[in-house]
């Protein structure tokens, strides 16, 4: 089966649809409450972006310090994610997380949505706020998720290219979903083979390194390639140190790296140009 993550969004729909798939499939549910927490051992909390409440908040700007940490924040995030993802199969239910796992291409990307209309509709019949109320609550919502998605992905998170089924929960029924996403979840296609496993292991070793590099004061300067082999537990780095001597730069990524649970062995080439 694939990963299916599935895009938060008004009204609890996404959840629903969630445990509904995972009752049908024999999976786990994972929000990113869950992927956060499990992150913390990456050191997600560090980046001072840890609070599980500041997509709620206004998106700091891309300045260098930020950007460093924002960095930080996915390289943890990513590395959480993938550790669940080879753990089993489960449904994930957060906001745009699906893009970490881009590399993996057994990943189906479901969105939900609806018309503003049909939303200020429910919200007014939840809260018992008024048409004002909720038309202006549920746009400074999208426009949080849209600055949010921006500094944290570089995209647009309405792009329908960037999922690969968007349902329109005004016009259908939660059962009407959960049958469409599990047909397509079941099929062929869908299904991992042992080199999708083999390449997901591969990314998921890349992730605990990099965050592992972003996180240590040594190497978070350091811009090198990694390259692993997650069977064999081999790990190659490559790359110029511009801010420091070789000698010490490769003791300090020798260092980090050697101590991955999953790495045997690092091979380090600074200085090297891969496309010599």
């Known amino acids: 089966m694939p990963i299916i993550t599935i895009a938060r969004g008004t009204f609890g729909a996404a959840t629903a649809l969630a445990g509904r798939l995972a009752a049908a499939l024999g999976c786990r549910v994972l929000s990113r409450e869950d992927v956060y ?15 599980l409440e500041f997509l709620d908040q206004r998106p700091p700007s891309l300045w260098v ?11 943890c995030f990513q590395a959480a994610l993938m550790d669940a993802a080879l753990a089993g199969d489960l449904v994930y239910v957060g906001h745009l997380a699906h893009l970490l796992l881009a590399t993996y291409r057994r990943v189906l990307r479901v969105r939900l949505s609806a018309p503003e209309r049909y939303r200020v509709e429910m919200l007014m019949q939840q809260r018992g706020w008024d048409k004002l109320q909720a038309a202006s609550y549920i746009r400074q919502v999208d426009e949080r998720r849209l600055r ?4 944290l992905y570089g995209v647009d998170w309405r792009n329908p290219e960037l999922y690969d089924l968007v349902f329109n929960t005004e016009r259908l029924r ?18 991992a083979s042992p080199y999708d496993r083999e390449q997901l292991a591969n ?7 990099r965050a592992a590099l972003l996180r240590s ?27 420091m001597s070789l000698e010490t730069a490769e003791r300090d990524l020798r260092k980090v790296l050697s101590e991955m649970p999953g790495v045997t062995q690092v091979e380090i080439a600074l200085g090297d140009d891969p496309f010599r």
Not at 174 to 191: C, F, G, N, P, R
């Open 148 to 151: 949010w998605s921006q500094f």
């Open 217 to 243: 004061a040594r190497t978070r300067g350091l811009e090198v390639n990694l390259e692993v082999d997650a069977r064999l537990g081999h790990l190659r780095v490559y790359g110029v140190a511009d801010s």
């Open 65 to 75: 310090p930020m950007y460093e940490r924002r960095q930080r924040y996915l390289a």
């Open 37 to 51: 927490e499990a992150a913390k051992s990456y050191g997600i909390e560090d980046t001072g972006l840890g609070d």
């Open 174 to 191: 939660l059962e009407t979903m959960t049958e469409a996403v599990k047909a397509i979840a079941t099929s062929a296609d869908m299904q």
């Open 203 to 209: 990314q998921r070793l890349l992730a605990v390194c």
